[in-house]
């Protein structure tokens, strides 16, 4: 038994004049809690000329629009489902526009609507082969965090290779493997405009390492050597707009505001950051093995 229904358009307009400051936090999971701003809904907002915000306050989700439909990329928590098909019906797609769904990472904080908008949408969902396994299995067995991060098991229904093009609407999403937060780690990166010129818009994924043994790991033996490869592609991406699935992690801060990107940050400079605390961390846990 499902305990999602998709939402028909009526109910979606009765939601829609709701008054976006009055609206709650999103309630938590009996078995994953999070800081409120992970679930704080923010209005949503204009990226490029097709290419919109649609996410919380510290988790990403990106619509983009095409004469053929939509494609969302990432979704946050399993709770944001209904608000994403909210956000959605107010920039004008339904659930049936909705085509394809790429993920970053199949983590319950980025991955965890996929499976009920799936369903309420019949979108195809698109990953590689080491994210089509760890969504199959709704994120059990994960590498790091074992059972505690589950979510609703779903199927990809496209494989995708390094470097392979996914289009829908003459928009090509470029896929580029970014693996060490996850073994299966995507980035994504596609042309927009913005300003009447050309916008190379890339989502890169997380490159942290929470809590990650980095050293030895039984699970992960090249880690670090997968970190270091992703670090490079990365400086290397198309990338006039850098957005994060932590928003926060790029300089970002959504809000109802204008100029939601304060503190723009380029590609390389994420890549060097994120070295800079990987080695940082790397020679902690060196010192805890002397």
Not at 57 to 64: D, E, G, I, N
Not at 81 to 106: F, S, T, W, Y
Not at 107 to 133: F, M, Q, S, Y
Request: hydrophobic share 40%; proline share 7%.
């Amino acid at each position: 038994m499902t305990l999602f229904r998709p939402l028909t358009a009526c109910c979606l307009l009765l939601l829609s004049t709701c008054a976006l400051a009055a609206e709650p936090v999103l309630p938590q999971l009996k078995a994953y809690e999070t800081e409120d701003s992970w679930r704080q809904p923010v209005p949503s907002f204009a990226l490029a000329d097709n290419s919109w915000y649609i996410g919380t306050q510290a988790l990403s989700a990106v619509l983009v629009k095409t004469p053929q439909g939509a494609v969302l990329i990432d979704g946050g928590l399993p709770q944001a489902a209904n608000m994403l098909l909210l956000r959605m019906h107010e920039l004008g797609v339904q659930p049936g526009d909705l085509k394809l769904i790429l993920n970053g990472h199949a983590h319950i904080d980025h991955a965890g609507p996929i499976a009920e908008l799936k369903r309420a949408t019949g979108a195809r969902v698109v990953g590689n082969a080491e994210t089509a396994v760890l969504l199959a299995r709704g994120g059990s067995d994960d590498i790091h965090f074992g059972e505690g991060l589950a979510f609703s098991p779903v199927s990809v229904d496209r494989i995708v290779m390094d470097g392979e093009v996914v289009e829908l609407g003459g928009v090509r999403f470029t896929a580029h493997f970014t693996p060490g937060h996850t073994p299966g780690s995507i980035s994504w990166t596609w042309d927009d405009r913005r300003d009447a010129k050309t916008l190379r818009v890339a989502y890169v994924d997380s490159l942290s390492a929470p809590g990650y043994r980095l050293i030895d790991n039984p699970r992960y033996p090249h880690l670090v050597d997968d970190y270091r490869r992703t670090f490079a592609t990365v400086r290397a991406l198309p990338c006039d707009l850098l957005l994060t699935p932590h928003p926060d992690a790029s300089g970002w801060a959504p809000a109802a505001t204008a100029a939601p990107h304060a503190n723009p940050m380029t590609c390389r400079d994420y890549a060097d950051s994120a070295e800079r605390k990987l080695d940082a961390e790397l020679e902690q846990q060196r010192e805890g093995q002397r």
